[in-house]
């Protein structure tokens, strides 16, 4: 098993460009979710999806699109990149969020100039 | 609202014991405790739920006062393979996702 896989690790974007950051799982999860991670900030939730066909809006979902067509994959869409999206994104999946583990793929590192 | 995380950082030397602290404001259903190296993705130690049952790594320990809304992450005879940021993610009625406080950073020295 692969676990959950991202891509690219690193990407470099000027002010309004739009990128989709991939992420994906054979796991068979229902359950994703994107973060993004800030120094002294923590983690914090951006979107997540319950199950294919079905997003819902985190914490801090301004900037940013989701998609769920099928199980494995939950690309990430920055619509128009901006200097505060400068950030590591992690993607993580696992059976529910509640109460089970979630895994955690290696992260994105995005700088936007 | 995240949950509040103390101490901010620890300084140990080997062998020594840490407490780190998860406190938060809302009625949880459980919560999860994660390790971060740096540079690396965080990684699962452990879940508490409501109700007592635990899960996760056999050589660190963890409470949840339910009513007081507060964990405790235990790490006894510590190990310098245990320096990193610990997270605490919090699951309540309000949100569907974890909540994660602003992580603990510990420093093992030899």
């Known amino acids: 098993n692969a676990g959950v896989t991202q891509t690219p690790k690193f990407q470099v974007l000027k002010t309004g460009q739009s990128m989709t950051l991939q992420c994906a799982q054979d796991?068979?999860?229902?359950?994703m979710s994107w973060y993004r991670q800030d120094p002294g900030m923590g983690l914090r939730l951006i979107h997540y999806?319950?199950?294919?066909?079905?997003?819902d809006q985190g914490e801090v979902p301004n900037g940013y699109n989701v998609s769920r067509s099928t199980t494995e994959d939950f690309p990430l869409r920055l619509l128009s990149a901006a200097p505060s999206q400068t950030s590591v994104y992690f993607c993580?999946?696992?059976?529910?969020?509640?109460?089970?583990?979630?895994?955690f793929g290696p992260g994105t590192r995005l700088t936007v100039l | 609202q995240q949950p509040v995380q103390s101490p901010q950082a620890v300084i140990l030397r080997e062998g020594e014991d840490a407490v780190i602290n998860c406190s938060s404001s809302?009625?949880?259903?459980?919560v999860h405790w994660y390790r971060q190296k740096h540079g690396e993705a965080p990684v699962f130690l452990m879940i508490?739920?409501?109700?007592?049952e635990q899960k996760g790594h056999e050589k660190i320990s963890a409470s949840f006062n339910e009513k007081k809304q507060q964990s405790s992450l235990y790490l006894t005879a510590s190990q310098l393979s245990y320096s990193g940021t610990y997270f605490c993610?919090?699951?309540?009625?309000?949100?569907?996702?974890?909540?994660f406080g602003k992580g603990t950073h510990l420093i093992i020295q030899p």
């Open positions: 796991m068979n999860h229902e359950y």
């Open positions: 999806s319950v199950g294919a066909g079905i997003t």
């Open positions: 993610g919090t699951a309540d009625r309000g949100a569907d996702g974890l909540t």
């Open positions: 508490l739920l409501k109700g007592g």
């Open positions: 993580a999946s696992s059976r529910d969020y509640s109460y089970n583990e979630q895994f």
């Open positions: 809302k009625a949880l259903y459980s």
